[in-house]
């Protein structure tokens, strides 16, 4: 089985862009989770998407917005890039339903630098 | 609110030495319990979590309510052991809460 997918795996972009970043999750995986990793903050919840549902969202601004497609991949997006969103996005599908209940299997993340 | 506290930012120890992560835990209800680990180069992978019980690469965890703590053991830490570690929490039908990670490593 092929494993979580995210593209691209690196991005640089400029203060004030916007950016998509995108996951393939597992197949036959319905729940999609992202996680913004930074050295300072460590690995803090975005949101997750269930059957095309967003069932949950940590504290972000509304900069930061999400989509799942009904094949379950799954897009977020960045508008007015700061340079603090610089971090390692990392994505992460589930079997369950029961968000949190099951194993989530990670994707390699895609790195976003803001200049 | 849920947290999740890994009071070391790195442990080192010596090959054979017994390990021990701690983590320790704030949740009003019945949490679920995770450790994560990350290998130099690979992909956050699920270690083991508390309702299964098992030992999974000699590691176990116990899962003590009355200290809220979730400690991660090795009797006998290997090389291979060297990774980052990070202890999660769950109230079942709610996000993963992660501690901040410990990073292992085993001297030879």
């Known amino acids: 089985k092929a494993g979580v997918t995210q593209t691209p795996r690196y991005l640089i972009k400029t203060r004030g862009q916007q950016v998509t970043l995108s996951c393939s999750p597992i197949s036959g995986h319905r729940s999609v989770s992202w996680y913004q990793q930074t050295p300072g903050q460590g690995l803090q919840f975005l949101f997750e998407?269930?059957?095309?549902?967003?069932?949950n969202k940590g504290n972000f601004p509304g900069r930061f917005s999400g989509r799942q497609f009904s094949n379950s991949r799954s897009e977020m997006n960045v508008s007015t890039l700061e340079l603090g969103d610089s971090a390692l996005y990392l994505c992460?599908?589930?079997?369950?339903?029961?968000?949190?209940?099951?194993?989530?299997?990670f994707g390699p993340g895609t790195r976003l630098t803001v200049t | 609110a849920q947290r999740v506290t890994q009071p070391e930012k790195l442990l080192s120890v010596f090959k054979g030495a017994p390990v021990e992560l701690k983590c320790n835990y704030s949740y009003s209800g019945s949490p679920e319990l995770f450790w994560y680990v990350q290998y130099s180069r690979q992909r956050l992978q699920l270690l083991l979590r508390h309702i299964s019980r098992e030992s999974i690469k000699g590691f176990t965890a116990d899962l003590n309510k009355g200290e809220t703590s979730f400690h991660l053991k090795k009797p006998f830490a290997q090389e291979e052991d060297s990774a980052m570690y990070y202890c999660?929490?769950?109230?079942?039908?709610?996000?993963?809460?992660f501690g901040k990670g410990t990073r292992l490593s085993v001297i030879a």
């Open positions: 998407y269930f059957s095309e549902t967003q069932r």
């Open positions: 999660a929490l769950s109230g079942g039908n709610t996000p993963l809460v």
């Open positions: 992460a599908s589930s079997a369950g339903r029961a968000l949190g209940s099951y194993e989530q299997y």
